[in-house]
Each structure stands twice: as C-alpha cells, then as structure tokens.
C-alpha cells in the first residue's frame, strides 16, 4: 500500500509569485484534503476534493485554489504570494464517507 | 477562536510512566475525534480516534477518554517510550469534511 506522497518537499519564492504544490493519495483513497500549518500552530484545514470538485473550504482566500485529477491526485496553487504564507502544506487523503484522513510529509514553503 | 485546545505546550515523563495529554474543545457539534503524532519533518501520523457516541477507545498502548460533558478528552500512553516523544495533535470534526486541529502538545519521554 503505498502512502500520502507530496512534491516538492521544500521550497523558497519571492512575494508577487505563484507556486504549485503536489499530492498523490494514498492508494485506492478518493478525497483530499489540503492544510497549511504555520510555525507553532496545529494544521488550518484549506479545502477538500472529492470527485474533482472542491467539497469544502475553510477560511482562506481565492488565491488559494485546487485540483483533483481523475487518479486522485491533486494540486494546490497558490497566487500572489505573501509572507504569511511561509509555512508547511500538508495534504490528506481519505476515502469518501470515512473520518480517517491520512497525511502526507508536507512541503516547507519559504516566501522572502 | 479556538474551537480546539491543548492548553500544556509540552510535557515531559519519564519512560515506562504514564503519559496524558489532554484537549478541551467548544463545539458541541463535534463527533468525532482524533489524536495524531508527528515527527520532526514528517507528516502527521494517524494514532487513535473517538466517536461520541463511545467514552473510551483502546489500541495497545493507546486509550483515549471523551468526556462529553466536560467537552474534553484525553489521550492516556502507557507505559511510555522515549520513541513516543512527539509533538501529539488532537483533533475534531462536526460531521462534515473538515477537521479543526489544537495547536499541539510536545511529548518528552525521558529514559
């Protein structure tokens, strides 16, 4: 069984720039969630996918936007980068219907 | 607001004691509850879960309480380990797709 995976495990971009995050699911998983955990804090929930489609969103803004594909990967794109969005991006996968989400190492997101 | 909190930052037991974290939450909605674990540059690592319609769940070494009414839990290791030291993070749902995590309590097992 091959678990959450996600790429790259670090990265640094300036303020103004845009990134891209990646996920696979943990296999024969179909629902991802995305979190961002900030120093010191616990993971704030971003949004889930399930079926392609975002499924829910927390409190964060437009910029912050997602993919699911049809193998249940996924992405998650953020836009105009700001300083505070320095932190480590986890993503969870879990089958619909399940409480159990599954979390992948995280990206290191460094915005100077 | 918090809906989610571990009030002790960090905790330090020694090995073979007993180990208990705990966690208060606000929202009477919440059914369902987890503990994960996590490991310096790791994700978190699932350990145990609670539903409310249960006051205690064990898995080896593992047994988490839920006090409804107290709108606590509490996550109980015995006997502990110095490879149980972790940062350990409860958290909760209300029946829908999100959960709301505490912002973690950092275990020490000492040997």
């Known amino acids: 069984e091959t678990g959450v995976t996600q790429s790259p495990t670090h990265l640094i971009k300036t303020r103004g720039q845009q990134v891209t995050l990646r996920c696979s699911s943990q296999?024969?998983?179909?629902?991802v969630s995305w979190y961002q955990q900030a120093l010191g804090q616990g993971p704030q929930f971003i949004f889930q996918?399930?079926?392609?489609?975002?499924?829910g969103r927390g409190n964060f803004p437009p910029r912050f936007s997602g993919l699911q594909f049809p193998n249940y990967s996924s992405e998650l794109n953020v836009n105009a980068l700001e300083l505070d969005d320095s932190a480590l991006y986890l993503c969870?996968?879990?089958?619909?219907?399940?409480?159990?989400?599954?979390f992948g190492p995280g990206t290191r997101l460094l915005v100077l | 607001d918090q809906q989610v909190k571990q009030n002790s930052p960090s905790l330090r037991v020694q090995e073979g004691r007993i180990s208990i974290l705990n966690c208060d939450y606000t929202n009477s909605m919440f059914d369902y509850f987890l503990w994960y674990k996590k490991y310096p540059a790791e994700g978190p690592t699932f350990l145990i879960s609670?539903?409310?319609?249960?006051d205690k769940n064990e898995d080896g070494r593992f047994t988490v309480f839920l006090n409804k009414s107290a709108k606590h839990l509490s996550l109980h290791i015995v006997p502990s380990q110095p490879g149980d030291s972790a940062v350990y993070f409860c958290?909760?749902?209300?029946?829908?797709?999100?959960?709301?995590f505490g912002t973690g309590t950092r275990l020490k097992v000492l040997a």
């Open positions: 609670i539903s409310s319609i249960k």
């Open positions: 296999s024969g998983h179909n629902t």
């Open positions: 958290a909760a749902s209300g029946g829908t797709y999100k959960y709301i």
């Open positions: 969870a996968s879990s089958l619909w219907g399940r409480k159990t989400q599954y």
């Open positions: 996918y399930y079926r392609e489609e975002e499924n």
